[in-house]
């Protein structure tokens, strides 16, 4: 059974950087695409950043691209997502998320971690 574990979520200031972190177990990570998304409260759950477990293509959203960078760690099966400038909009639960292909439809992804809240001061 996949289990993704998301951590490193806290407070940080307009401006400031924070990296979470996606600690995966139980699967053959090489098989499949991980994804972050967010969920502010109030707004429907909206995709991050995608990254290929085994060639480590990326994808952004057009709201965090040149601020956040997704990487993956294989020897850890740990997935990261560092947000630098961060803004008051990038405030949300962040949640990790794997699946063979990437998928458009976000309720189709396999397997979610259980999110870790990420909250910016203004």
């Known amino acids: 059974q996949v289990q993704l574990v998301e951590s490193g979520g806290g407070l940080v200031q307009t401006g400031g950087s924070l990296r979470v972190s996606c600690a995966g177990s139980?699967?053959?990570?090489?098989?499949?695409?991980m994804a972050w998304f967010r969920q502010a409260p109030g707004n429907e759950r909206e995709f991050v950043a995608s990254?290929?477990?085994?060639?480590?293509?990326?994808q952004y959203a057009d709201s965090v691209k040149g601020r956040f960078t997704i990487s993956r760690d294989k020897a850890k099966t740990t997935m990261y997502l560092q947000m630098n400038s961060m803004k008051p909009e990038d405030a949300a639960v962040y949640y990790c998320?794997?699946?063979?292909?990437?998928?458009?439809?976000?309720?189709?992804?396999?397997?979610w971690g259980q999110g870790t809240q990420v909250t910016v001061s203004s």
């Open positions: 990254i290929t477990w085994s060639g480590g293509s990326t």
């Open positions: 998320a794997a699946d063979d292909v990437f998928k458009s439809a976000l309720d189709r992804w396999d397997y």
């Open positions: 139980g699967g053959t990570f090489s098989r499949y695409v």
